[in-house]
C-alpha cells in the first residue's frame, strides 16, 4: 500500500467511504469543512447518500434514520454544533441505533474561536445529552490512526449499536501527513438482520414489526432497559479499551494527554529522555471506555502524573479517578485556541523532576 | 335470494391484534391512524413501510401498528424519515406527527424536507394545539382560541398569528401533493381518506415530498365536548386552516 | 534529523502550496512529514502560513516550536516569524517587497529579489521561484523529488501550470 499526502479531514472522509458508509449528512463549521466537501462530490460520484442538511440538528436525525435501517452513516460537526447534536446522540443511546460523529474540536465555549482545542472532552465523553447513557469516544493522534479509527467507529458503532464519535482536534482536521489509505473496510461487517427496520416483509419472511424509540413509559420499562444497557456498557468497557503506553516502564513521571496534545507530548518525552529524565507518555486512544485499569497499573509506585490538556482540565477528572489518590496528578494545559508546544511540555517535565517533593499539591488534587 | 354474510368492518392488516388505544374520547388521532392503516393495506405497501413517530399524542404510533417504527425526536422525523429512505429507497417512508411537533419546533425541518422534495409522506394530525403536555398553544393556533397558555384567547399582540402550513409547505417547489383535510364528518372523512392515499401515491410514483395535514379534535385539550370539537372544527378550525388541496402532481405526471 | 520550515506571506502568494509541495516531494523521498496550514479567520485576515516538518523518524510533534528554515514573503511575516526563529537558523526573504532589516544575529538570513525574479518569466509564480530557491540552498529534499512533486500537485490543480512552475522552479534554483 502506497502513502498519499492527505489532509486529516479528508483523510476521514475517504476512510470512511471505504469502510462503506453509504451516507452522509453534514452541516458547514470551521475547522471540520473538508469532510462534508469531500463527501459532497466523492459519495455523488459512487451513488451512495450526501446531504447538506438545514443545521446540525438534521443531519444528526438523519443519521438516526439510517441507523435504525442498519445502514453505515455518518454525520460530522464541532464544538458549538455538535452541542446541537446532544439530543439525539442520547435519543441514540437509549433507542440503541447506530451512528458515527465526527467531532473536530474548535475552542469554546460559545461560538469560541475556529483554533484547535480540546475542551469538548466532557461534551463527548461524559455525554452534553441528557440521562444515563455513554458515548463510544476514540481519539487519533495522527492522521493514519484518525483513517483507522474512523473505521473502527463503524465496526464498533454496529457492534454495540450505540453512538460512535471520533474526537479529533482543529489540527488534526486541517494537517496533511503521509497516510496509508485501506483499500476497503479494515474491520468486518455485523450482521444487523435481527434488530434493523427494514419492512415487516412478505411470505416466508414476513415478521412483526420493530420499534426502535427512545421513549419507553410505564411501570419499570426504563429501569429494565437502562439495566440492560448497562450491562453492554460493562461489556464495552471489558473488551474495547484501547491505550498507548509509551516508556511508562521505568519511568518516573508519567504525562496523561491525548489527541495532538498527547503527539507534542510525545516530542517533549523524547527531549527529555536525551536528558536522562525518566517520563513516559500514557495516551488513552478511547476516552470512553477510559483505560482506568491500565493507567492505574501503569502509574502504580510512580513518583507523579502530568496531565496535559488543551483545556483547563477535563480528562484529569477520569485521570484522578482512574489512581484514587495513588499517585499525585499535575496539569498543565491551556484553553482559548492556543497550541501547548514541546517545549513547554519539557519545561514542566523538568520543573517536576527537580521537585524533591512530588505533588505537593497531593491534598487539594484528589 | 341467496344471501351471505360479508365483512364489512375489519381490523385493518397493519393493526397489531391486541392494540392498546390510548387517546383521550373524541380525539381525532384514531381515526387518522385507521386511515392510514387502511390506505397501506389497500395500496399494498404496509409490509414494506417503515413509519417515522413523532414527540405529542402521535408518539402512539408502536401501540397500533405492527409496522416498522423508528421514534423521532421533538420535531426531527421528517430528517429521521430522510435517512430512512436515502437508506432504504425502495421502501415507503412517512412520518406521523402533531402540529406542536411538525409546525411548531420542527417547522425548519419540515420545510427543508419539503424543499429537498424529499420522497416521503407526512401526515400532520393539526389539532391545534399541544395535546400531550396538557392543551398549551401550537404555532397553528387560532385567533381567540383558549389554551392553557392563551388563557383569554390567542391574541396575535401577545402570540402572533397561525402558521398556515400547507399554504407554506405548498410553495415549496420539492413538494409534490399538499392537502388539508379535516375528520368532522362521515363525508369529510372520506375526503381525507383520498387525500392521504394520493400522499402515498405521489411516493410510490417518486415524485417528492406529500404532505397531508389534518385538522383532528383534541376535546381534552380545547375542553370541549366530543361532539363540540366537532363543531368547533367545521365552524371555527377550518375558517381559518381552509380545507383544500394547495397541490398535486400525481394526476399531471402520473 | 527533523527539519522544521515555517512558510508565510500574504494570502494569494502561494504558501499553501509551497508546503504541501514540500511535504509532497519529502514522502516522495519516503520521509517522515507534517504540514500545518493557518486556517479560518487567520487567512480571512489576508495573512497565510504553514508548518512543514521533515524528518527519517517518526514525527511527534506536528508543531514548530522554533522553525529551522523561515520563507518569509512580505514584512508581517518577518515580524511574527522571525523573533521565534531558533538559533543558526536559516531565513529566505522576499527583498522584492520586504523593508525590514533583519535583526537577529543567531540567524543566517538570505534576502532576495525573488518577487522581481518572478516578474522576470513569463507566467513566473513567486511561491515556486522561491521554492526552487529553496531546495538549492538547503538541499533539504532533492531536486528531483521536487520536480516530481510539482508535476504531481500541478497535475492534480490544473496541467496548463506545470510548465509555469517548472520555469519558475528553475528560475528560483539557479537565482
Request: contains cysteine; hydrophobic residues 40%; glycine residues 10%.
Amino acid at each position: 500500500m502506497s502513502k498519499i499526502l492527505m489532509k486529516g479531514n479528508e483523510a476521514i472522509a475517504q476512510a470512511a467511504i471505504n469502510a462503506g458508509c453509504q451516507c452522509y449528512f453534514g452541516y458547514p463549521i470551521t475547522p471540520q469543512n473538508e469532510i462534508g466537501e469531500y463527501m459532497s462530490s466523492k459519495m455523488i460520484e459512487i451513488g451512495r447518500t450526501y446531504i447538506s442538511a438545514e443545521s446540525e440538528l438534521a443531519a444528526v436525525n438523519m443519521l438516526i434514520g439510517a441507523g435504525s435501517t442498519g445502514t453505515l452513516a455518518m454525520t460530522s460537526s464541532s464544538s458549538c454544533a455538535i452541542a446541537l447534536m446532544q439530543e439525539a446522540i442520547s435519543s441514540m443511546a437509549t433507542a440503541e441505533i447506530p451512528g458515527v460523529i465526527i467531532s473536530v474540536m474548535r475552542a469554546g465555549p460559545g461560538l469560541g474561536d475556529i483554533t484547535p482545542s480540546q475542551a469538548d472532552y466532557f461534551q463527548s465523553v461524559k455525554g452534553g445529552g441528557n440521562g444515563d447513557y455513554r458515548t463510544i469516544v476514540l481519539a487519533p493522534s495522527t492522521i493514519s490512526e484518525a483513517v483507522l479509527l474512523t473505521q473502527k467507529s463503524f465496526y464498533l458503532a454496529m457492534k454495540y449499536r450505540n453512538p460512535t464519535m471520533l474526537l479529533a482536534d482543529g489540527i488534526l482536521g486541517q494537517m496533511m501527513e503521509p497516510v496509508e489509505m485501506p483499500e476497503g473496510n479494515a474491520f468486518s461487517t455485523v450482521n444487523t438482520d435481527e434488530w434493523a427496520l427494514d419492512g415487516t416483509g412478505e411470505g416466508a419472511q414476513k415478521r412483526d414489526g420493530r420499534s426502535l424509540m427512545s421513549l419507553h413509559m410505564g411501570d419499570d420499562i426504563l429501569e429494565r432497559l437502562n439495566h440492560r444497557i448497562f450491562k453492554k456498557y460493562a461489556q464495552i468497557e471489558e473488551k474495547e479499551v484501547m491505550y498507548e503506553n509509551y516508556l511508562c516502564d521505568d519511568a518516573d513521571i508519567i504525562i496523561t494527554a491525548f489527541g495532538t496534545v498527547a503527539r507534542v507530548a510525545k516530542s517533549a518525552v523524547n527531549a527529555a529522555r536525551e536528558k536522562g529524565i525518566k517520563v513516559g507518555l500514557f495516551r488513552p486512544i478511547t476516552l470512553w471506555p477510559f483505560p482506568s485499569k491500565e493507567l492505574f497499573a501503569t502509574a502504580k509506585n510512580k513518583k507523579c502524573v502530568l496531565d496535559i490538556e488543551l483545556n483547563m482540565g477535563q480528562m484529569i477528572q477520569d485521570v484522578k479517578i482512574a489512581l484514587n489518590g495513588s499517585v499525585p496528578v499535575e496539569f498543565f494545559g491551556k484553553t482559548g485556541g492556543a497550541i501547548i508546544n514541546s517545549s513547554e511540555i519539557y519545561n514542566k517535565i523538568l520543573e517536576l523532576s527537580k521537585e524533591k517533593q512530588y505533588g505537593t499539591n497531593l491534598a487539594a488534587s484528589i | 335470494m341467496e344471501q351471505t354474510l360479508q365483512q364489512v368492518f375489519k381490523r385493518p392488516e397493519p393493526y397489531k391484534k391486541n392494540y392498546n388505544y390510548p387517546f383521550c374520547a373524541g380525539c381525532g388521532h384514531g381515526v387518522v391512524l385507521r386511515l392510514i392503516a387502511e390506505v397501506l393495506e389497500e395500496l399494498k405497501i404496509h409490509t414494506k413501510t417503515i413509519a417515522t413517530a413523532s414527540v405529542g399524542c402521535s408518539i402512539n404510533l408502536d401501540k397500533f401498528y405492527n409496522l416498522d417504527i423508528v421514534g423521532a425526536d421533538h420535531g426531527r422525523a421528517p430528517c429521521v424519515a430522510t435517512g430512512v429512505k436515502r437508506s432504504k429507497p425502495d421502501k415507503i417512508v412517512f412520518t406521523y406527527q402533531g402540529d406542536g411537533d411538525a409546525a411548531t419546533i420542527g417547522f425548519n425541518e419540515l420545510m427543508h424536507t419539503a424543499l429537498r422534495g424529499e420522497n416521503i409522506t407526512t401526515i400532520c394530525v393539526n389539532n391545534t394545539n399541544f395535546g400531550m403536555t396538557g392543551g398549551q398553544a401550537s404555532a397553528t393556533s387560532i385567533l381567540g382560541q383558549v389554551t392553557a397558555t392563551t388563557k383569554n384567547g390567542r391574541d396575535p399582540k401577545i402570540s402572533g398569528y397561525p402558521a398556515k402550513i400547507s399554504e407554506m409547505i405548498s410553495n415549496c417547489d420539492g413538494a409534490a401533493f399538499v392537502a388539508r383535510v379535516a375528520i368532522f364528518s362521515p363525508q369529510s372523512i372520506i375526503k381525507a381518506k383520498a387525500a392521504i392515499k394520493k400522499a402515498f401515491e405521489c411516493q410510490i410514483k417518486g415524485l417528492g415530498f406529500a404532505f397531508v395535514e389534518v385538522i383532528a379534535a383534541c376535546p381534552t385539550g380545547w375542553k370541549l365536548k366530543p361532539v363540540q370539537a366537532l363543531e368547533y372544527i367545521k365552524n371555527e378550525v377550518t375558517k381559518v386552516h381552509r380545507l383544500g388541496i394547495f397541490k398535486d402532481f400525481t394526476e399531471s405526471m402520473a | 534529523m527533523e527539519k522544521s520550515i515555517i512558510i508565510a506571506g500574504y494570502g494569494g502568494q502561494g504558501v499553501l502550496f509551497f508546503g504541501t509541495t514540500l511535504a509532497q516531494a519529502a514522502m516522495i523521498e519516503g520521509k517522515n512529514t507534517t504540514w500545518i496550514p493557518s486556517y479560518g479567520a487567520e487567512m480571512r485576515g489576508g495573512h497565510a502560513n504553514c508548518s512543514v516538518k521533515i524528518s527519517d523518524n517518526e514525527i511527534a510533534s506536528p508543531i514548530i516550536d522554533n522553525a529551522d528554515y523561515g520563507i518569509f514573503l512580505n514584512d508581517k511575516a518577518m515580524e511574527k516569524f522571525e523573533k521565534t526563529m531558533a538559533k543558526g537558523a536559516l531565513v529566505i526573504g522576499n527583498s522584492s517587497i520586504i523593508e525590514k532589516s533583519p535583526s537577529r544575529d543567531d540567524v543566517n538570513y538570505l534576502m532576495v529579489k525573488l518577487g522581481d525574479c518572478a516578474q522576470g518569466i513569463e507566467g513566473g509564480l513567486l511561491n515556486i521561484v522561491t521554492f526552487g530557491y529553496f531546495v538549492n540552498k538547503t538541499q533539504i529534499i532533492k531536486k528531483e523529488s521536487a520536480l516530481s512533486a510539482l508535476e504531481f500537485v500541478s497535475k492534480k490543480k490544473n496541467p496548463a501550470f506545470l510548465k509555469r512552475n517548472i520555469d519558475s522552479f528553475e528560475a528560483g534554483y539557479k537565482l
